[in-house]
């Protein structure tokens, strides 16, 4: 079995800053993509950043210029930090990874539960 848990959510003022962190832990061979969404209240999930285990990026329109996704592959942790935030960016902010149980296995997605991130105005 595999776990990710995130942690680093909370409140914020407009314009502050917030680091997430989410690792991976469990029966882990390596780890493909890992990637970041959100939730709002009444919408739907929707992608923040992804980055693949050769360090490729991905960013949402709404967060390329304020976002940064970063990994540890030897941590098996994926980060991202958010500056400038705004009130939009308030949400519950899911990790999601891609794990290989073994050499040559299939990738399965896995969720963290999420963390709040409440950004006020």
């Keep these: 079995?595999?776990?990710?848990?995130?942690?680093?959510?909370?409140?914020v003022q407009a314009g502050g800053?917030?680091?997430l962190s989410c690792a991976a832990s469990g029966n882990i061979f390596s780890i493909d993509a890992m990637g970041?969404?959100?939730q709002a209240p009444g919408k739907q999930r929707e992608l923040v950043a992804t980055i693949t285990n050769a360090g490729i990026t991905n960013y949402a329109d709404s967060v390329k210029g304020r976002f940064t996704i970063s990994?540890?592959?030897a941590k098996n942790t994926?980060?991202?930090?958010?500056?400038?935030?705004k009130p939009e960016d308030t949400a519950v902010y899911y990790c999601r990874g891609e794990v290989r149980p073994w050499a040559g296995g299939?990738?399965?997605k896995y969720w963290g539960q999420?963390?709040?991130v409440t950004v006020s105005s």
Excluded at 1 to 11: A, K, N, P, R, T
Excluded at 78 to 85: C, H, T
């Design 71 to 73: 990994r540890d592959n």
């Design 114 to 116: 999420g963390t709040q």
């Design 36 to 38: 970041w969404y959100r």
């Design 1 to 11: 079995q595999v776990q990710l848990v995130e942690s680093g959510g909370g409140l």
């Design 17 to 19: 800053s917030l680091r």
């Design 106 to 108: 299939p990738a399965v």
């Design 78 to 85: 994926v980060y991202v930090q958010m500056n400038s935030l």
